[in-house]
C-alpha cells in the first residue's frame, strides 16, 4: 500500500504545484464550498493511479486545488461509502494520500440524520466524537509502521482546539449549530426505528453512512480533524415520514451557504 500511496502522490505533483496544509472532504449536497475556491486546479479521481472512483448521484470525484480566503487547500468533492462496496482501505485511501501531500488538518463534513431531538433538518452539527457501528475498521491488517501506530489513541478524534474555534466563529457569524456524537453504519439502507433508539440511548446525536473510517485513518496518521455534519432530516421514527434521498440533497443544499460561510473562516484560524 505504502508504494501505492506514494505513486498517486508523485502524479499528484506532477500535474498540481500546490502545498495545502488543510484538506475539507465535502458530504453529499455540500459541494458549494467548490465556488469560494480562487485560483482552482483540479484533478478527476479518475486519472490519479491507484485511485478508487465514486459512483453516487450528487458526488463528483475530483480533488479541487485553490485558496479560500487566501488559504491554500484541497477539496475532496466526492468521497468513497462503504456501502458503494468498497473496502474500508479504499475508503480511507484518500487519507493516506492527503498526509503523504503534507496536509496536516482535514475538515470533514457530511450529510446525516438527527438523532437528538433538538435538533431540525438544517442544523450543522460540530461532531465531538464517534461510534464506530460499520462492524469493520480501516486500521484492521498487517500494520505498517512507516504510516502509524499499531494501537492509535482515539481520545480526541475531533480536536477540541478546532471546535473551540468553529463554536467561536459559529457565534460570531450567528450559525444555527449544535455539537454531538455521530454514529456511523455502513449503511446503504436508512437505518431502522428500532436501531434509532438503540442507538439514541447509547449517546449518539447523528447518523450517518460515512466520516468514521476517514476520521479513524487521519487520527492514525497524526492529522487534525474538525467534523461537521449537515443535520438533513430526522432519523427513523423520530421523523414521521419516509427517508428520500432527494430530500436530503436539497436540505444539504440549503444548510451549504451557511455550512461555506462557516468553513471558509474555520480554515483561516485553524
Ligand atoms: N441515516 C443515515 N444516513 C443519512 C441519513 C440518515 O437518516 N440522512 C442522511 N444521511
Same mark, same amino acid.
Given at each position: 500500500?505504502y508504494?501505492?500511496i506514494? *505513486?498517486?502522490v508523485e502524479y ?5 504545484n500546490r502545498?495545502p496544509?488543510i484538506?475539507?472532504?465535502l458530504?453529499?449536497g455540500?459541494?458549494d464550498?467548490?465556488s469560494?475556491?480562487k485560483?482552482?486546479e483540479?484533478i478527476?479521481y479518475? &486519472?490519479? #493511479?491507484n485511485f ?6 450528487? @458526488?463528483?470525484?475530483k480533488?479541487?486545488?485553490g485558496k ?8 475532496m468533492?466526492g468521497r468513497?461509502? +462503504?456501502?458503494e462496496g468498497y473496502?474500508?482501505?479504499e475508503v480511507?485511501?484518500?487519507? +493516506?494520500v492527503m498526509?503523504?501531500l503534507g496536509? *496536516?488538518?482535514i475538515?470533514v463534513? &457530511? ?8 435538533f431540525? #433538518?438544517?442544523t450543522?452539527m460540530?461532531? &465531538?466524537d464517534?461510534?464506530?457501528l460499520?462492524g469493520?475498521?480501516p486500521?484492521?491488517g498487517?500494520?505498517d509502521? %512507516?504510516?502509524? #501506530?499499531?494501537?492509535?489513541d482515539?481520545s480526541?478524534?475531533?480536536?477540541l482546539?478546532f471546535?473551540?474555534k468553529?463554536k467561536k466563529?459559529?457565534? *460570531?457569524?450567528k450559525i444555527?449549530?449544535a *455539537?454531538?456524537? +455521530?454514529a456511523?453504519?455502513m449503511?446503504p439502507y +436508512?437505518?431502522?426505528?428500532a ?6 440511548? @447509547?449517546g449518539a ?7 468514521v473510517?476517514?476520521?479513524?485513518v487521519? &487520527? ?7 467534523g461537521?455534519a449537515c443535520?438533513?432530516n ?10 428520500? @434521498?432527494d %430530500?436530503?440533497?436539497?436540505i444539504a443544499q440549503?444548510a451549504?451557504?451557511d455550512l461555506?460561510k462557516?468553513?471558509? %473562516?474555520i480554515?483561516?484560524?485553524?
Amino acid at each position: 500500500m505504502y508504494d501505492k500511496i506514494m *505513486e498517486s502522490v508523485e502524479y499528484i505533483n506532477s500535474k498540481v504545484n500546490r502545498k495545502p496544509k488543510i484538506a475539507v472532504i465535502l458530504g453529499t449536497g455540500l459541494g458549494d464550498l467548490v465556488s469560494e475556491v480562487k485560483e482552482v486546479e483540479e484533478i478527476p479521481y479518475e &486519472n490519479i #493511479p491507484n485511485f478508487p472512483v465514486s459512483t453516487v448521484k450528487g @458526488h463528483e470525484g475530483k480533488l479541487v486545488f485553490g485558496k479560500i480566503n487566501g488559504i491554500e487547500v484541497m477539496l475532496m468533492q466526492g468521497r468513497f461509502h +462503504y456501502y458503494e462496496g468498497y473496502t474500508m482501505k479504499e475508503v480511507t485511501y484518500p487519507i +493516506y494520500v492527503m498526509k503523504k501531500l503534507g496536509i *496536516e488538518k482535514i475538515v470533514v463534513t &457530511n450529510a446525516c440524520g438527527g438523532i437528538n431531538k433538538s435538533f431540525e #433538518p438544517g442544523t450543522l452539527m460540530i461532531i &465531538n466524537d464517534f461510534i464506530n457501528l460499520f462492524g469493520d475498521n480501516p486500521l484492521i491488517g498487517i500494520n505498517d509502521e %512507516r504510516l502509524g #501506530p499499531r494501537f492509535p489513541d482515539m481520545s480526541e478524534p475531533f480536536k477540541l482546539e478546532f471546535i473551540d474555534k468553529a463554536k467561536k466563529i459559529g457565534e *460570531e457569524l450567528k450559525i444555527n449549530y449544535a *455539537e454531538g456524537v +455521530y454514529a456511523g453504519f455502513m449503511g446503504p439502507y +436508512y437505518e431502522t426505528a428500532a436501531e434509532i433508539v438503540m442507538i439514541g440511548r @447509547h449517546g449518539a446525536d447523528a447518523v450517518g453512512m460515512s466520516t468514521v473510517p476517514e476520521t479513524i485513518v487521519a &487520527n492514525y496518521l497524526g492529522m487534525d480533524v474538525l467534523g461537521i455534519a449537515c443535520i438533513t432530516n430526522m432519523a427513523t421514527g423520530i421523523q414521521k415520514v419516509k427517508h428520500s @434521498h432527494d %430530500r436530503v440533497v436539497e436540505i444539504a443544499q440549503k444548510a451549504s451557504i451557511d455550512l461555506c460561510k462557516w468553513v471558509a %473562516r474555520i480554515i483561516e484560524e485553524i
